[in-house]
């Protein structure tokens, strides 16, 4: 019997057909196993992922190796996005057991979830004399099976404890981690590491933020040529914007296909901010595209945004996105044709599979002539459109309350430099206006959506779809991540009742996740047991929960000028500090909250009654140091502590800057501000 068909999950959804009799992570199904005395199954995955595909084609569809499972085991399918507690406890057994991790992650445990044995991906000839050794292995060798599992058991237990070393997150730790990730930058290619290279984003905020407060061109010419080599790479879409999941190849040719929200969401935040601070243009038009992307194929109206798209169509990686020169013919005629394949490096080589290419902008456009950017542009929309009759990736519409706040923090940050540099003069200013708007609406739909559906009795859940709430509970980090976006819309409204939610978030989480010495375990103290209790410091594909706590408890403080958030925050990043001077890569999001504690925050009040069109308050963005947050409006608005005291100045604006609690004198024109930004 296959439990699966009534999941949220479209991930479980998936596999609600196959001839494996699949529960869903629940305590019945370990009753289940220990009333049968059989072990347990966990399989772990997620719906975008191409080799969870491939070992349910191989594997989980067919029926011998369906009936192996159902006559010795009892099947857990487990989406991890849904879980992230129970992906983390067994991940850390599997990178223990093997010394590597991924998806699928195959795990088999006793009847009490203690893991024994773990792996990842396994051909169908592998994985069934894996089922055969391990049932053999459960009834012939069960006390050696079980010392195994108590060994794992102790060291995620160790590998999860909180406690350890502390150090102040300082200016000079701060320039050390900058350092580092310099030392290990590919100057040919952008980003850090080889192959499979994934886009650092929360490095590069770090690094754009540390060039601010320093002056330190490193770090800007870092973020500068991998923010451009990854947008004219095959990692970016050059049709229709946003970036795959991570490339196969170390110049960021080929992609994994994969989208993902977070992805797209950290990677909107560096190029809006590379273009505030630079004006690149082809910042600009990242950014631009990139919230379209989010607005136009995540965005589920009247809901939020949707997880991720596939990285197969019909079962074929790529199958939506490769193209050969004779397609580019078929689709733009010969001469634009011609025009295009070298534009996008098409050759009858190919890049990619079967002599089909993945597009890359092989050439400068954004400070091209006119005439050459209007050519490209028509031959974008009717690539587009021809692409757009080919099958499609499907689309996991599960929308995750982390990765909708790091959205919804995102589109903010664009939507205020939008303001700061729009031009009616510029070429594209009505497509620029035009993604503004369904970037905004989208944007406070899935906050309005968070806020109604995935706040329930003062608690967050993780997930919902289809406008339904699920019940697996939030964890540390959707509590930073949303805070943190309630925060920024609050800076974007002037609306005092998203500071509101945020400040009972970041309280439920300091009573329910502390930990001892300031650090914060990732599951609250009345969740569900598990066979250790998560508490990863590490910054990976998404900030780690400390880190997004953090940033939401710097934001709220300084919003409110109340000091024990800001001292919690301070406690929390000295827990991760020995993490940042030693291994920059894997704690960039608390390095980039590091960043804006020590430049301050500044606080940025500006008391004026037109706060979207005064000059004072676009300076303010414009100039905006570190992490500062800034308000706009009318003095004394209930639940805006900001403008709290902060009258016109003889009937004019005023723009009052605070750093650290500690206040300048008002200002009433733009170079007395931006001096005091300076």
């Not at 697996?472 to 509590?479: I, Q, R």
């Not at 930073?480 to 974007?492: D, M, N, P, R, S």
Request: aromatic share 8%.
């Amino acid at each position: 019997m296959n439990r699966l068909a009534d999941a949220t999950s479209p991930y479980l959804l998936q596999h609600a057909d196959n001839p494996v009799d699949w529960w869903p992570w629940c305590d019945e199904a370990f009753a289940e196993a220990k009333r049968r005395d059989v072990p347990v199954l966990i399989s772990v995955g997620y719906a975008a992922c191409h080799w969870c595909h491939v070992m349910a084609h191989e594997s989980f569809e067919n029926e011998q190796v369906g009936a192996l499972l159902n006559d010795n085991f009892v099947s857990i399918k487990v989406d991890r996005e849904e879980r992230p507690d129970v992906d983390a406890v067994y991940m850390t057994a599997t990178q223990a057991m093997t010394g590597q991790g991924g998806w699928p992650m195959t795990v088999f445990a006793t009847p009490d979830g203690t893991p024994f044995f773990c792996g990842t991906y396994f051909p169908r000839a592998n994985f069934t004399r894996l089922l055969q050794s391990v049932t053999t292995a459960w009834r012939d060798q069960r006390d050696e099976v079980l010392r195994q599992g108590a060994a794992v058991v102790e060291a995620i237990g160790g590998a999860q404890a909180v406690g350890g070393p502390t150090a102040p997150l300082d200016g000079p730790l701060l320039d050390a981690a900058a350092g580092n990730l310099a030392g290990g930058y590919d100057e040919t290619n952008g980003g850090f590491g080889g192959a499979p290279k994934f886009p650092p984003h929360m490095n590069l905020l770090f690094l754009l933020r540390h060039h601010q407060r320093t002056g330190d061109p490193r770090s800007l010419e870092i973020v500068r040529h991998t923010a451009e080599a990854m947008a004219r790479g095959g990692i970016y879409d050059q049709l229709a914007g946003g970036f795959a999941r991570y490339s196969v190849d170390a110049h960021w040719t080929v992609p994994h296909f994969e989208k993902m929200l977070y992805d797209n969401a950290l990677l909107l935040r560096v190029y809006t901010q590379l273009w505030r601070l630079t004006g690149d243009p082809l910042a600009r038009r990242v950014a631009r595209d990139t919230a379209r992307f989010l607005a136009d194929e995540l965005h589920r109206a009247g809901e939020g945004f949707a997880s991720a798209l596939d990285a197969d169509t019909e079962g074929v990686e790529g199958l939506t996105y490769a193209w050969t020169p004779a397609q580019l013919v078929e689709a733009l005629g010969d001469e634009d044709g011609r025009w295009a394949a070298d534009l996008f490096a098409v050759t009858e080589e190919g890049s990619f599979e079967h002599g089909t290419s993945v597009l890359r902008l092989a050439r400068d456009v954004d400070d091209a002539a006119p005439e050459i950017r209007g050519r490209w542009q028509r031959v974008v929309g009717q690539l587009l459109a021809a692409r757009d009759t080919r099958p499609q990736p499907a689309r996991d519409d599960k929308v995750v309350a982390a990765w909708n706040g790091l959205a919804i923090t995102a589109i903010v940050e664009f939507l205020q430099v939008a303001a700061v540099y729009a031009s009616p003069q510029d070429e594209d200013a009505n497509l620029m206006d035009g993604v503004t708007i369904v970037a905004d609406g989208a944007m406070r739909d899935a906050a309005e959506h968070l806020a109604k559906v995935h706040v329930v009795d003062g608690r967050l859940r993780r997930v919902s779809r289809d406008g339904k709430v699920g019940e697996p509970a939030g964890v540390l980090e959707d509590y930073g991540c949303v805070a943190e976006a309630f925060c920024a819309l609050h800076q974007l409204t002037g609306e005092g009742r998203w500071l509101t939610v945020a400040g009972q978030l970041l309280d439920t989480a300091l009573e329910r996740f502390a930990a001892p010495g300031g650090a914060f375990y990732d599951t609250a103290d009345d969740a569900e047991q598990l066979v250790a209790r998560p508490a990863d410091p590490t910054d990976n594909a998404t900030p780690s929960g400390r880190s997004a706590l953090v940033a939401g408890l710097v934001a709220y403080s300084a919003l409110t000028g109340q000091t024990r958030y800001r001292e919690a925050a301070e406690a929390a990043l000295a827990t991760v500090a020995p993490i940042v001077g030693r291994h920059a890569r894997f704690a960039g999001y608390a390095a980039t909250v590091g960043e804006a504690l020590l430049s301050g925050p500044y606080e940025i009040a500006v008391a004026t009654d037109d706060p979207a069109g005064d000059p004072l308050v676009a300076a303010a963005h414009r100039h905006a140091p570190p992490g500062a947050v800034v308000v706009a409006g009318l003095p004394d608005q209930p639940g805006v502590p900001l403008l709290a005291d902060r009258p016109l100045v003889d009937g004019r604006s005023a723009a009052y800057v605070c750093r650290g609690f500690v206040c300048q004198r008002p200002v009433t024109s733009v170079d007395e501000l931006v001096a005091e930004l300076g």
